[in-house]
């Protein structure tokens, strides 16, 4: 049994992936191997890699390398560190086979990098028995980059986001090792918070203390998310978290409804603020650029004018706003006053409350959609290049039918698409090129069609409307147009979403628009009503093993590809999906006839 079925998760270890790269045949498998578990680079940017990319960096007398890494349209996508033996590795592969600054060092698809890995994969296996080997991936080895930077070498986070091509410190924080108390002292020990230096002592010990009590306000408003289950609920426990002791004397949250802001929820212990526009002054600053914004005396500072009033009442000097979204759009801010001037660590952990308070009322609107009664379906159709869906079928010919999608790791959104009019392999070997796509497999192949697996990160017209909140239940391109039709609810400002949607793709345009009522008693209800049951991750393992064919005999996708798509461990989704099946066979059999039941098929003679 492979580790794919036995749902064995193989995290690698320094020891086997010295197994793994022994196990390569050829200098450029072996090269491959090392650029994505040593340099932490994808698939496509390996297929892109020149000589000429190197350059070095001097710094006290020792040189170090990096990495122009190319991105699709020939600019660079960011510059990653290059460890000495590595570049020494590059360089006499390129010396020995003649290659010049501007050819390519791996000239193959992002396709044929990821089948090097896995073919050394599965000599690994061959040679040490450990058939987890077969498991191994491009994906793995970036994980083991980025473990090894971070738990093993006590790189700071932020270095290995941006090395690492990771678009969040929240991106690689799963990689992170557990803290105890002990950890967290120890750390700090090592920083002038503690030790001090002569009369500013004081001072840096009150400003640890201080960031270590904005944290745990922080993590509580965070913690406090997972069980609300409206998005008034949120704003309110949020809200209420934060000023549940120091540093933050109020809490707010507003929603942009036309030019003005309309405050949500408030707490804190003064009279209530109003009167903020959203279109100056810090809060229009903020929404118009999704970056946090704060001040240290709301008193003097002209773009937190309209404060003064609550700041006085509600006894704070400082403050911050911060945009409440999921990276698509910001409509929605949260603001905070507080006795102290806001630390460069504390906005990183406020922009990161923001973030998460958007996941949340994204997915409880998304929640309330499925079980309104009443929705507005909207269809879009779009020739813009930019989208993806677009471009793929302008580019093959061919037409592209969703299936299903379900959310994945980082943002990232799974599509699982029907393929008509084009060979798989040469539409995933073009797909897993483009910036916009993490990964690409084929699941299925029909012959005439084929079933494909895409997760996309970057842009679309459908990805965008699910980031508004949007449902999106059809998606078809064909021949470089993308028509998309997606549910809100009816509460949603559609004027501002087709603006913002138009506005990322300008050769888009609004084809229908209509209300849909929903009966009561119908199939879609019942669904509705199971989904409402499920958490959103035991929803979105179950939808990817449906549309992946996970259910099928034989197996259309196995457990650890299912889990690599995704984002999580292969136990991680046993589990989900286990509970989530458990939920809907529950949902099915409550109240029907059971064994021993009158007219029971299971009744004893």
Same mark, same amino acid.
């Given at each position: 049994?492979?580790?794919?079925?036995?749902?064995?998760?193989?995290?690698?270890?320094?020891?086997?992936?010295?197994?793994?790269?022994?196990?390569?045949?050829?200098?450029?498998?072996?090269?491959?191997?090392?650029?994505?578990?040593?340099?932490?680079?994808?698939?496509?940017?390996?297929?892109?890699?020149?000589?000429?990319?190197?350059?070095?960096?001097?710094?006290?007398?020792?040189?170090?390398?990096?990495?122009?890494?190319?991105?699709?349209?020939?600019?660079?996508?960011?510059?990653?560190?290059?460890?000495?033996?590595?570049?020494?590795?590059?360089?006499?592969?390129?010396?020995?086979?003649?290659?010049?600054?501007?050819?390519?060092?791996?000239?193959?698809?992002?396709?044929?990098?990821?089948?090097?890995?896995?073919?050394?994969?599965?000599?690994?296996?061959?040679?040490?028995?450990?058939?987890?080997?077969?498991?191994?991936?491009?994906?793995?080895?970036?994980?083991?980059?980025?473990?090894?930077?971070?738990?093993?070498?006590?790189?700071?986070?932020?270095?290995?986001?941006?090395?690492?091509?990771?678009?969040?410190?929240?991106?690689?924080?799963?990689?992170?090792?557990?803290?105890?108390?002990?950890?967290?002292?120890?750390?700090?020990?090592?920083?002038?918070?503690?030790?001090?230096?002569?009369?500013?002592?004081?001072?840096?010990?009150?400003?640890?203390?201080?960031?270590?009590?904005?944290?745990?306000?922080?993590?509580?408003?965070?913690?406090?998310?997972?069980?609300?289950?409206?998005?008034?609920?949120?704003?309110?426990?949020?809200?209420?978290?934060?000023?549940?002791?120091?540093?933050?004397?109020?809490?707010?949250?507003?929603?942009?409804?036309?030019?003005?802001?309309?405050?949500?929820?408030?707490?804190?212990?003064?009279?209530?603020?109003?009167?903020?526009?959203?279109?100056?002054?810090?809060?229009?600053?903020?929404?118009?650029?999704?970056?946090?914004?704060?001040?240290?005396?709301?008193?003097?500072?002209?773009?937190?004018?309209?404060?003064?009033?609550?700041?006085?009442?509600?006894?704070?000097?400082?403050?911050?706003?911060?945009?409440?979204?999921?990276?698509?759009?910001?409509?929605?801010?949260?603001?905070?006053?507080?006795?102290?001037?806001?630390?460069?660590?504390?906005?990183?952990?406020?922009?990161?409350?923001?973030?998460?308070?958007?996941?949340?009322?994204?997915?409880?609107?998304?929640?309330?959609?499925?079980?309104?009664?009443?929705?507005?379906?909207?269809?879009?159709?779009?020739?813009?290049?930019?989208?993806?869906? %677009? $471009? *793929?079928?302008?580019?093959?010919?061919?037409?592209?039918? !969703?299936?299903? @999608? =379900?959310? /994945?790791?980082?943002? +990232?959104?799974?599509?699982?698409?029907?393929?008509?009019?084009?060979?798989?392999?040469?539409?995933?070997?073009?797909?897993?090129?483009?910036?916009?796509?993490?990964? %690409? $497999? *084929?699941?299925?192949?029909?012959?005439?069609?084929?079933? !494909?697996?895409? @997760? =996309?990160? /970057?842009?679309?017209? +459908?990805?965008?409307?699910?980031?508004?909140?949007?449902?999106?239940?059809?998606?078809?391109?064909?021949?470089?147009?993308?028509?998309?039709?997606?549910?809100?609810? %009816?509460?949603?400002?559609?004027?501002?979403?087709?603006?913002?949607?138009?506005?990322?793709?300008?050769?888009?345009?609004?084809?229908?628009?209509?209300?849909?009522?929903?009966?009561?008693?119908?199939?879609?209800?019942?669904?509705?009503?199971?989904?409402?049951?499920?958490?959103?991750?035991?929803? %979105?393992?179950?939808?990817?093993?449906?549309?992946?064919?996970?259910?099928?005999?034989?197996?259309?996708?196995?457990?650890?590809?299912?889990?690599?798509?995704?984002?999580?461990?292969?136990?991680?989704?046993?589990?989900?999906?286990?509970?989530?099946?458990?939920?809907?066979?529950?949902?099915?059999?409550?109240?029907?006839?059971?064994?021993?039941?009158?007219?029971?098929?299971?009744?004893?003679?």
């Amino acid at each position: 049994m492979c580790a794919a079925e036995s749902g064995v998760e193989f995290e690698l270890t320094p020891s086997a992936y010295r197994r793994l790269r022994r196990a390569t045949e050829t200098l450029r498998a072996e090269l491959v191997v090392r650029l994505a578990g040593e340099v932490g680079l994808r698939p496509a940017e390996i297929a892109r890699v020149r000589p000429g990319d190197v350059g070095i960096y001097e710094r006290d007398g020792t040189d170090h390398y990096f990495l122009a890494v190319p991105d699709e349209d020939g600019g660079t996508a960011r510059r990653a560190y290059l460890p000495p033996d590595v570049e020494h590795d590059l360089r006499q592969y390129a010396r020995a086979n003649d290659l010049n600054d501007e050819d390519r060092l791996v000239p193959v698809s992002p396709r044929r990098v990821q089948m090097l890995v896995a073919e050394a994969g599965e000599r690994a296996a061959e040679r040490t028995g450990d058939s987890r080997f077969q498991s191994v991936s491009s994906r793995t080895l970036r994980e083991f980059f980025a473990r090894q930077l971070l738990a093993e070498e006590g790189v700071d986070p932020h270095v290995v986001a941006t090395v690492g091509g990771w678009g969040s410190l929240e991106s690689v924080e799963r990689f992170l090792p557990e803290l105890d108390r002990a950890d967290v002292a120890a750390a700090f020990e090592r920083t002038s918070l503690v030790d001090g230096v002569g009369g500013d002592s004081a001072r840096e010990t009150a400003v640890g203390s201080r960031f270590d009590a904005a944290f745990e306000r922080i993590r509580a408003a965070a913690d406090a998310l997972s069980t609300a289950s409206t998005r008034d609920e949120i704003e309110r426990r949020t809200c209420d978290r934060l000023v549940d002791g120091d540093p933050y004397a109020a809490a707010w949250i507003g929603r942009r409804r036309g030019g003005s802001i309309g405050v949500a929820t408030q707490a804190g212990s003064g009279v209530e603020l109003d009167g903020l526009s959203s279109e100056d002054g810090a809060v229009g600053e903020v929404l118009a650029t999704d970056d946090v914004r704060t001040t240290d005396d709301v008193g003097s500072d002209p773009a937190f004018a309209a404060w003064r009033e609550h700041a006085d009442s509600n006894g704070y000097r400082a403050a911050a706003v911060v945009p409440v979204g999921n990276g698509e759009t910001v409509d929605t801010v949260l603001g905070v006053g507080t006795t102290a001037p806001v630390t460069d660590r504390e906005r990183a952990l406020l922009s990161y409350l923001g973030r998460r308070l958007g996941q949340a009322i994204t997915v409880v609107e998304q929640r309330r959609l499925l079980l309104a009664d009443t929705v507005v379906e909207l269809t879009f159709e779009s020739g813009d290049p930019n989208s993806f869906f %677009a $471009r *793929l079928s302008a580019e093959h010919d061919c037409t592209v039918t !969703l299936d299903g @999608v =379900v959310p /994945g790791e980082e943002g +990232a959104l799974v599509y699982f698409v029907t393929l008509a009019g084009a060979g798989s392999e040469r539409v995933l070997s073009w797909a897993t090129d483009r910036a916009a796509i993490d990964d %690409a $497999r *084929l699941v299925r192949d029909y012959g005439d069609e084929a079933l !494909l697996e895409l @997760v =996309v990160s /970057g842009r679309d017209l +459908a990805t965008t409307l699910v980031d508004h909140g949007a449902t999106v239940g059809e998606m078809e391109a064909t021949n470089g147009t993308e028509r998309v039709v997606g549910q809100v609810s %009816a509460e949603t400002d559609v004027r501002r979403l087709v603006a913002d949607v138009t506005d990322a793709f300008p050769d888009t345009e609004l084809i229908t628009k209509r209300e849909r009522d929903r009966p009561a008693e119908t199939p879609t209800a019942f669904r509705a009503s199971l989904r409402d049951s499920l958490t959103e991750k035991q929803s %979105a393992v179950l939808q990817a093993a449906y549309h992946a064919g996970y259910f099928e005999w034989p197996r259309g996708s196995t457990a650890e590809e299912l889990a690599d798509a995704i984002g999580i461990t292969s136990p991680t989704l046993h589990n989900h999906l286990r509970r989530a099946q458990q939920k809907l066979l529950t949902a099915f059999f409550t109240d029907d006839q059971r064994p021993g039941d009158p007219e029971s098929p299971w009744d004893e003679d």
